[in-house]
């Protein structure tokens, strides 16, 4: 390899966050970046551009790589539906666990160690499998985001005017929503991304008790209560290409 070539696998750093590429040397004259549909990215440099140069370009870029890779990441195939047998692998708190299905005569389902067991009387009945994995899912749903609302909230302290409600409803776009009710609708399948996560969806959707829009008192808020949100934002709209569920708190409507 050439001095100074570097080519192959880097990273630049962008809102605490990796943006990696891979970098090839070419006889053109300019550098170029190209997000492909799949959202790696690549970069070509000129054989001179130092090291240095190529960092800094791609940092500069790394707002439009990360639009153009939220642009293909809808065109992604989304994950391959589940078959609720022993061996397939199933995400919960941000961390792939693996079905072991095992027959037995109460149905039950526990998590231990990396593994999510599941008894049935049947193993082979899939429908039965599935319906035994959603309830535990949804029961422990329930249970960390009740826990996430009491902590979260007591952050928001005062601020919050009325007494808020949390509920749990399936949304094929939106992770939560709220109502000038008071009432927060967390979407179920949250808990399969990280606490951290579902944390912050969970405080956005409070400050929107207190600011109904995304304007800049909004943000003044979630920063004051969690100043970390971007990064947590960041990692949930991963999760989200991962689990091929929906990317942002509010449908959407968040801040480019
Ligand atoms: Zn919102």
């Known amino acids: 390899m050439k001095a100074g070539s570097g080519e192959g696998a880097h990273f630049v750093l962008f809102g605490g966050e990796r943006i990696e590429f891979r970098l090839r040397r070419t006889d053109r004259r300019t550098l170029a970046i190209t997000v492909q549909p799949d959202l790696?990215?690549?970069?070509?440099?000129?054989?001179?551009?130092?090291m240095a140069t190529v960092l800094e370009k791609v940092r500069k870029r790394a707002g439009w790589i990360r639009r153009q890779q939220r642009f293909?990441?809808?065109?992604?195939p989304q994950t391959p539906p589940r078959q609720y047998v022993?061996?397939?692998?199933?995400?919960?708190l941000g961390r792939q666990y693996r079905l072991k299905v095992v027959k037995a005569e109460e149905s039950s389902v526990k998590l231990v160690g990396r593994f999510i067991w599941v008894h049935a009387p049947n193993k082979h009945d899939r429908v039965r499998v599935r319906k035994l994995v959603e309830a535990w899912y949804l029961a422990h749903a329930k249970e960390r985001f009740a826990r996430s609302f009491t902590e979260c909230g007591a952050r928001l302290g005062t601020r919050l005017a009325s007494?808020?409600?949390m509920q749990l409803r399936r949304m094929p776009k939106r992770w939560g929503s709220w109502t000038r009710r008071g009432v927060i609708y967390l979407n179920?399948?949250?808990?399969k991304s990280p606490g951290s996560c579902i944390d912050y969806v969970v405080t956005h959707e409070l400050c929107h008790l207190v600011h109904g829009h995304h304007g800049p008192a909004f943000y003044a808020l979630l920063s004051r209560a969690m100043p970390d949100?971007?990064?947590?934002?960041?990692r949930l709209e991963r999760e989200g290409a991962e689990t091929g569920c929906p990317a942002a708190p509010c449908g959407g409507r968040g801040p480019r």
Request: net charge positive; glycine share 6%; charged share 30%.
């Open 163 to 165: 007494p808020a409600r």
């Open 188 to 191: 179920p399948e949250l808990i």
């Open 40 to 50: 790696g990215v690549l970069v070509t440099a000129p054989e001179k551009a130092a």
């Open 72 to 76: 293909f990441r809808e065109f992604l």
């Open 86 to 92: 022993s061996g397939e692998t199933h995400r919960y």
């Open 229 to 234: 949100w971007e990064q947590r934002k960041q």
